[in-house]
């Protein structure tokens, strides 16, 4: 089965097409390198001895992505990773998340009607809950008000899919991912965005590496068990594994619209991620209290028993993996870039 990835040379893409190319697939991407660099298609190839081709491309411009359609027209499925993510960018620039974030999917969208592609994954974010009251969130849980421009953007996009599946025979799955984190266990690849790092698993790498001077914690004065925000850090191969399983289901189910949550199931706060670093690879971070982050949620950890029913999927990586796994790839990575 062909798949075309969209953000293929980013993070979350190029650990997905290793995953889909281990289980068989064919694989197209197509990634403008606003945030990712050509080197990662040297990677993928490494790793798999397989030459993907990547389309340089602005999925905004509807025409020029036309041009894969007509290339591919046995493209079965599509996984939509390409997006804008920094949230504190996008509270400064709001008008650039929206421009590319939303015309992207449209993009993508109204390609898929016009070639009759029915399969689609979209990378959407728990950022959507918002702050939720009652934790671990479920698929059910409400969607409450979005803490960012960013955030935003997932749940439009959420519900321009929704608003789109009775006007063709588009059947998509909703991946709601929180918090992403880790390396692939050969270390050759892993994080390595061209804009600056901003998530906390690679901030701390860069810190550790002297890279930047110390990680700054946002916020200790937070209602939680240590003061900092607590989230749900999952390892980028399990992520990538659930991919391939949901185009497995795609392709099996009868319903035309599903949302699952993909998570460890466990909140980690950002001192006890310090504590996994430093107790993983031996190493001292040097690290700040600063103030609290504008965007920030509180806390947020996922409730993964629909992904595990439905999907049969079940994470089986935790903090120390993602700190042992980002640890190995960070020495490679300086040799590459
Ligand atoms: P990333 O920035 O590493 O990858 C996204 C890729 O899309 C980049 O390589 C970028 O160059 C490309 N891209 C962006 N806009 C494009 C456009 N208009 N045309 C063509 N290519 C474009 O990000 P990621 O971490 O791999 O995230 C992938 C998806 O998952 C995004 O939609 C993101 O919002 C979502 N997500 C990420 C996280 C996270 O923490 N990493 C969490 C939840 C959801
Ligand atoms: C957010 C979204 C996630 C989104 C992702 C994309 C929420 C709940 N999650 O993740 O869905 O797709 O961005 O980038 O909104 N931190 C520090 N210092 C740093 C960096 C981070 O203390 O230098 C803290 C943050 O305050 C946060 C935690 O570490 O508590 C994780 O931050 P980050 O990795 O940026 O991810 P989120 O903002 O949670």
Not at 48 to 72: G, P, R, S, V, W
Not at 108 to 126: A, G
Not at 128 to 136: A, W
Not at 152 to 166: A, S
Request: contains cysteine; aromatic residues 8%.
């Amino acid at each position: 089965m062909k798949v075309l990835v969209t953000g293929g040379c980013g993070y979350i893409g190029s650990h997905t097409i290793l995953d889909l190319v281990s289980k068989g697939y064919e694989v197209v991407s197509v990634d403008n390198f606003i945030n990712a660099s050509p080197v990662i298609l040297d990677c993928i190839n490494k790793i798999t001895n397989k030459q993907i081709h990547n389309y340089n491309i602005d999925l905004t411009d509807a025409e020029a992505t036309e041009q894969i359609f007509e290339d591919h027209p046995d493209i079965k499925g599509i996984i939509h990773f390409a997006a804008l993510k920094a949230v504190g960018e996008s509270v400064e620039k709001p008008l650039l998340y929206f421009q590319n974030n939303l015309n992207s999917l449209l993009s993508i969208l109204k390609n898929m009607k016009k070639y009759k592609v029915r399969n689609l994954i979209f990378s959407s974010s728990c950022s959507v809950y918002g702050n939720i009251e009652k934790l671990p969130a479920t698929e059910e849980t409400p969607i409450q008000q979005a803490e960012s421009p960013y955030a935003r953007t997932k749940q439009m996009c959420e519900e321009i899919i929704r608003d789109t599946l009775n006007s063709f025979d588009l059947n998509a799955i909703i991946l709601r991912y929180f918090n992403p984190a880790g390396a692939h266990h050969s270390g050759e690849l892993g994080e390595s965005p061209i804009n600056p790092a901003q998530n906390l698993v690679p901030v701390i790498m860069e810190a550790a590496t002297g890279q930047r001077s110390h990680l700054t914690v946002f916020g200790d004065d937070y209602p939680t068990r240590d003061g900092s925000c607590i989230r749900d850090y999952i390892h980028i191969e399990d992520l990538a594994d659930a991919h391939t399983k949901a185009m497995e289901f795609a392709t099996n189910t009868n319903d035309n619209y599903t949302i699952f949550n993909l998570g460890s199931g466990d909140g980690v706060s950002v001192l006890e991620a310090i504590t996994a670093f430093e107790k993983t690879t031996g190493q001292k971070l040097n690290y700040k209290i600063g103030d609290r982050r504008a965007g920030d949620v509180i806390a947020i950890y996922a409730n993964y028993e629909k992904a595990r029913t439905l999907l049969n999927w079940i994470p089986e990586r935790n903090i120390d993996d993602i700190m042992q796994s980002a640890w190995t790839w960070e020495e490679k990575k300086q040799q590459l870039f």
